[in-house]
């Protein structure tokens, strides 16, 4: 994984050993609308709670597929980080299921045997099949993984440079998220470095985007109206959503769809390299000051 590139602020941070963070949060106190004043925000955001846990399970169970085959040591170990750092994420965001969304009014049951089914059997290994057909599928799924990582890297980078505590949101649940940004910024260039390991095909990757892309958005949007239906404090029509979430991006507190959507983009340049996302330095600096890391440790 040597001769990437530098960060996108001309940093080197050097190597960064992966490693699996601890983390405790309690959600008694937290407020289902945790950033006031923004109901539609706080949903949308609490959407990737319900996304996430079968989700980062799923790049585990590949990746702990995938990692018997990989004869580059250096590469190997840098996965197994990717593999503690993604099963605390489903660790964490799935305790916020029961702990937060399901206390609050939220029935997270629904969603979460969708997501089960999505991830654990139709993007689950296949048992059947010859050895080139199973090993073709798995290397169509590493760039599935490293299409997703794309838009958790974009996601990570806008978690530590948004609004959230300026506009008084619960700390918690800002942590939670900021924590999870910066290792998704952190380990950014994992499923792409894998991915090319396993079939470097320009092909694969154009491919693997445009089916994430409209799949991602479908879910998400699927998820943030189950949300507001289901909560309990709230009523809006759509253009009273639409006007609240464009109210939140100009807060700060929410991403610009628009940005989003453009950055996928920049996936498809042949020379594109993940490092021109988001920044290592500012990542690992976060981590070495989350409150729920430290109080862990």
Known sequence: MSGQPLDVDGSDPGPVELHARNVTFDWSETPLHWIPDHPVASNFISVLNLLLPEGERWFVQTYNEALPLVADDELAATMRGFIGQEAMHAEAHDHV???????????????????????????????????????????????????????????GDFALNNSWVESGADPGMTDLFTWHGAEEVEHRAVAHEVAVYFGDSYLRRGRAMLVV???????????????????????????????HYHRGVRAGVLPKMRKIVLATFSYFRPGFHPNEIGSTAQAVAYLAASPAARNAG
């Open 97 to 155: 299921l029961w702990a937060f969304l399901d206390t609050r009014g939220i029935d997270p049951r629904p969603y979460q045997r969708q997501m089960e089914w999505i991830f654990r059997k139709v993007l689950g290994p296949r048992d059947s099949g010859t050895p080139v057909a199973r090993q073709k599928h798995l290397v169509e799924r590493l760039w599935l993984i490293a299409a997703l990582e794309h838009y958790t890297a974009i996601l």
């Open 213 to 243: 892309l409209p799949i991602l958005l479908l879910l998400i949007n699927r998820g943030f109206r189950y949300i507001m239906r289901q909560d309990p404090t709230v009523r809006y029509n759509f253009f009273q959503r639409q006007y």
